[in-house]
């Protein structure tokens, strides 16, 4: 089956401090990313959709200059979170697709103090 | 607005036995519906996905089911085993090619020997 890996699976900064995860489909070409974060025993909120070598589009509420979404290949995404704040705190999780199936990636856990 | 319906929201049972999660949703126009396991930490894995023309698909001790008139699907776990404590989401899908989910809230799925 299609496996998508994020990179890194946790990571702590602190605050004010910008943090970069990455999203790779490893075995397919992914036309579409999508970011979704995942507050505790939440279901997944879906962040910005981003099309290989568009700009991302980002749902109502998601600040698009605090969350830097960059689709520069068929097998790569990235999820900037910039001048990042406790709030940010969060399981973000990414997802590719190549046809109309959605593959999820393992996650990354967030921790700003 | 599209939503998506779980039940229970969490549910214990004993090892070895039988349980069976439920799911209402009332997005259209309907497309497909999704069955996905989370462990805690992870990204959601896929179980089962059912277009409207299907009204039950297995994978291993897993069954879902799909009744498209009333807006309802159902998983049904057998024979339960330890590895099965997850949360549970459904997941309903609108449109064909790179469409948004509409998530469930999922349920939380705890075995004990």
């Known amino acids: 089956g299609a496996v998508v890996s994020q990179h890194p699976s946790w990571v702590i900064c602190k605050s004010g401090t910008s943090v970069k995860i990455e999203c790779r489909s490893l075995?397919?070409?992914?036309?579409?990313m999508f970011w979704y974060r995942q507050f505790p025993k939440q279901s997944l909120m879906l962040m910005a959709t981003?099309?290989?070598?568009?700009?991302?589009?980002?749902e109502q509420g998601v600040e698009k200059d605090k969350f830097l979404i960059n689709h520069a290949s068929l097998t790569l995404s990235t999820l900037t979170v910039t001048s990042a704040h406790p709030e940010d705190s969060s399981f973000y999780i990414c997802?590719?697709?190549?046809?109309?199936?959605?593959?999820f990636g393992p996650g990354t856990r967030l921790t700003v103090t | 607005k599209n939503q998506v319906e779980q039940s229970p929201q969490s549910l214990i049972i004993l090892e070895g036995k039988n349980c069976t999660l439920q799911?209402?949703?009332?997005?259209?126009?309907?497309?497909?519906l999704r069955w996905y396991k989370q462990d805690t930490g992870r990204g959601p894995v896929s179980l089962t996905i059912?277009?409207?023309?299907?009204n039950t698909k297995s994978n291993g001790r897993y069954t879902a089911t799909l009744d498209a008139d009333t807006k309802q699907s159902s998983l049904h776990i057998t024979a339960s085993q330890l590895s099965d404590s997850a949360s549970y989401i459904c997941?309903?899908?609108?449109?064909?090619?790179?469409?948004?989910?509409?998530f469930g809230t999922g349920t939380r799925l705890t075995i004990i020997p």
């Open positions: 997941v309903v899908s609108a449109n064909f090619g790179n469409e948004k989910l509409t």
């Open positions: 981003s099309n290989e070598g568009s700009k991302a589009t980002y």
């Open positions: 799911c209402n949703y009332t997005v259209s126009p309907f497309s497909n």
């Open positions: 075995d397919f070409q992914a036309t579409t």
């Open positions: 059912m277009t409207f023309s299907e």
């Open positions: 997802s590719a697709s190549g046809g109309w199936e959605q593959y």
